[in-house]
């Protein structure tokens, strides 16, 4: 049994922390390839050691005097070591990141410290060895990320290597200088060494019990999903739940490997299962509910429009021309609404009017701004009846009225439109009517 273990930055951002991390490595043999972030914050308004990089690496570029601000970073690694007890010294790594800051080695090289130097503090404590990242995590000359070198070179590094720490979120590039994935890409690095090495799961260990059915912002103590498909969880990322990085699905998808979302401060919970497809039933009908504010719809309304063949492509070339994505659109016989991000539109509203105005002629444009889109999702929906009549009844008794509706064949998910204002209300009366009351 192979497990790949991913703790991200807030589970190793102290000494105490770091213990707890120990203990789950510890308490299974299996746990045998480990992958750190860099040190997050201890408290609410902590900062990240790979902010404090950045502004410590943007002060260099801009002339500024730097001891202070790496002093500080140091310290942080400084109090780890010594909480730890272990005999580390970072002086001579610290020397380096110094010199190459002030030589300006990029952004990307100042950022990756972070998990390379938390990399060498916890394989020391866990007695476990070191490998850094650039040696084994591949980019092209243009920056992509190149997935099947990686795959080859990681694969044949780790085949005889047991118990090793490779540090997340970095690799290297064809003339060796150091590259970032971006902004939580350590996630994306534990889900590359699952696949090369034939992991039997990917453990993904953060500060929650797994993912939640739906957003803790917005419903009180949300209950954690048990077993979720990859494409339930894009659906949900998609819609704005924030998981792990959306990429980070891709390599182990590739070998059918499961993840586990599990809170470093409540191993007894078992967190969430994310699988290509499972047998087991959802506990509720719903598997999550996701959504985001800020949309805004463009009515267009022809008579007979339907008798026009390439009237829907004339409308969204309009959109194309613009540099505008759309996101959805529900039509009529004689009605086509085009829903798009309201902050991408707004600049260029005037332009698409006209635009389509010269392609489809129609006898009238109306503008519907601050609108969300609320994602239900769920892969027990398809085998369900009433879903949707159960959404409906519930938005009605909330008094919130539903301004679109959109159901794909696939029976995934069902997403309505409300206004901005609704918002919360509308997902606190789906969340009670599947999950609290499980009408
Ligand atoms: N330390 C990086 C960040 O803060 C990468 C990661 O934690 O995954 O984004």
Redesign the pocket.
């Known amino acids: 049994m192979k497990i790949v273990a991913k703790f ?2 807030s589970s190793l951002a102290s000494a105490g922390q770091m213990k707890k991390v120990a203990d789950i490595i510890h308490e299974d043999e299996a746990r045998r390839y480990v992958i750190p ?2 040190p997050g914050r201890r408290f609410s308004d902590d900062t ?1 050691v ?1 902010d404090m990089l950045y502004q410590c690496y943007d002060a260099a570029a801009a002339g500024e005097e730097i001891d202070e601000k790496l002093q500080q970073i140091k310290s942080r690694y400084q109090e780890i070591i010594d909480g730890l007890a272990l005999e580390l010294s970072l002086e001579e790594e610290f020397d380096v990141i110094g010199d190459y800051f002030k030589r300006q080695a990029g952004r990307d090289y100042a950022a990756s410290r ?2 390379y130097l938390n990399g060498m503090v916890l394989a020391a404590y866990l007695d476990y060895k070191f490998l850094d990242a650039a040696e084994v995590v591949m980019f092209d000359e243009k920056g992509s990320f190149d997935s099947e070198k990686t795959n080859e070179v990681m694969r044949e590094r780790l085949k005889n290597m047991e118990n090793v720490v490779i540090p ?2 970095y690799g290297a590039m064809p003339d060796g200088s150091v590259k970032t994935f971006s ?5 994306i690095t534990g889900s590359i060494v699952a696949r090369a090495v034939r992991a039997d799961v990917y453990e993904n260990w953060t500060d929650v019990s797994g993912v939640l059915v739906t957003d803790p912002h917005v419903v009180a103590n949300p209950e954690p999903i048990e077993t979720i498909t990859y494409r339930e969880l894009r659906e949900l990322s998609y819609m704005g739940a924030t998981v792990m990085h959306e990429e980070a699905i891709f390599p182990v998808r590739q070998e059918g490997i499961p993840i586990n979302i599990r809170n470093t401060n409540r191993p007894q919970d078992k967190g969430t299962l994310i699988v290509e497809s499972t047998c087991r039933q959802p506990k509720y009908i719903i598997t999550g509910i996701a959504g985001k504010k800020g949309f805004c719809a463009i009515n267009i309304e022809k008579e007979m429009m339907n008798t026009e063949i390439g009237f829907g492509r004339k409308v969204l070339q309009v959109f194309e021309e613009n540099d505008i994505s759309f996101e959805h659109t529900p039509s009529g016989i004689d009605t086509f609404t085009v829903l798009v991000h309201q902050s991408e539109f707004m600049e260029k509203e005037q332009s698409v009017i006209s635009g389509l105005h010269r392609a489809v002629s129609p006898d009238s444009i109306d503008l519907e701004s601050n609108l969300a889109l609320i994602a239900i999702v769920g892969r027990g929906m398809k085998a369900t009846k009433g879903t949707a009549g159960r959404i409906f009844s519930a938005l009605a008794h909330a008094n919130v009225n539903i301004k679109m509706i959109d159901q794909g064949s696939s029976e995934l998910n069902i997403i309505i439109g409300v206004r901005n204002e609704d918002f919360d209300a509308a997902i606190r009366a789906i969340y009670d009517i599947f999950v609290t009351i499980q009408l």
């Open positions: 991200g930055g972030s860099a990240k790979t972070g998990e997340g979120f902004r939580g890409g350590s996630d």
